[in-house]
């Protein structure tokens, strides 16, 4: 694909930059960070692990981005795939999300079994950095739909708004964006959706294998923030 191309090709010029501090002495986190993704780009598995998360924030777009807690993000977790956005989650969500994914790191699962050399380089985070890390991620979490306070949930459009956009995530609160802001938001998520190529399993969803965005996003408008 042309464009992982060019970003091999970027990652390159920026470890090769990287090596050409005027100091000689190359940030040891900021190379750190660059090779956890270079690894899985330029592996034979790119073209798989790619499809895992779609491409969302770059390191310096995380939020607190100086803070420790996004800098172990950025050093651990773009080892296999691309930078997980915080806000994916829920803070229960992340829980065992990073549980697994520790597990993962620590050579177990299919991906330690079959891709040795691939594998060969991951480094897992000491505990004290695991919950360090769990802790940032639960701070820029998401916020889950509470039904009790919803109650049209369950009307069509609802029910639409629920099976769409709970297939990857927590349902989100709608209160997390203003009418304005959440238009946007749904294509991108069309486009994740687009990316993972996942088929909906629910059997009134295959009729219209196109996300109802306009259905969705008055629902989510009905609900949103004010300002
Ligand atoms: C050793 C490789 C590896 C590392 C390192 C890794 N992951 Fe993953 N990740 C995977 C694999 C494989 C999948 C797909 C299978 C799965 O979901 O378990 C995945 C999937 C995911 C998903 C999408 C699935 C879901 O549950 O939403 C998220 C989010 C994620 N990882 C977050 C993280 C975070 C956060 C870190 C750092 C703490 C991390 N990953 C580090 C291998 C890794
Ligand atoms: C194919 C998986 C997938 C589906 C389906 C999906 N999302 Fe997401 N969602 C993601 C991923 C990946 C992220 C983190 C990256 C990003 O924000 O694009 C995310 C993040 C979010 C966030 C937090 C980021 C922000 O900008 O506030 C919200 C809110 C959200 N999704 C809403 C929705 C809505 C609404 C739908 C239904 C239209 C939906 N999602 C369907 C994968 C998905």
Known sequence: MASRKLRLRIIGLLVFGACLTSTGKPNAADTD??????????????????????????????PEPASSGAQLVARYCMQCHYLPNPAMHSAPKWASTVERMVWRMEGKGNLGKSMHEL???????????????????????????????????????????????????????????????????VERMRRNLAWANRVTGDAAMRTSPELDIVEIVRYLQRHARVN
């Open 33 to 62: 960070i660059i090779a956890a993704e270079y690894r899985w780009v330029q592996s034979q598995y790119a073209a798989m692990l790619e499809r895992i998360l779609p491409p969302s924030l770059e390191p310096a777009q995380l």
């Open 119 to 185: 594998m060969a380089g991951v480094r897992a985070p000491s505990s004290a950095d695991q919950a360090t890390l769990l802790r940032y991620l639960q701070r820029h979490a998401q916020r889950e739909l509470d039904i009790k306070k919803y109650a049209d949930i369950h009307t069509p459009a609802g029910r639409i708004y629920s099976i769409a956009c709970s297939q990857c995530h927590v349902l989100p609160d709608p209160q997390r964006h203003t009418a304005q802001e959440w238009l946007p938001v």
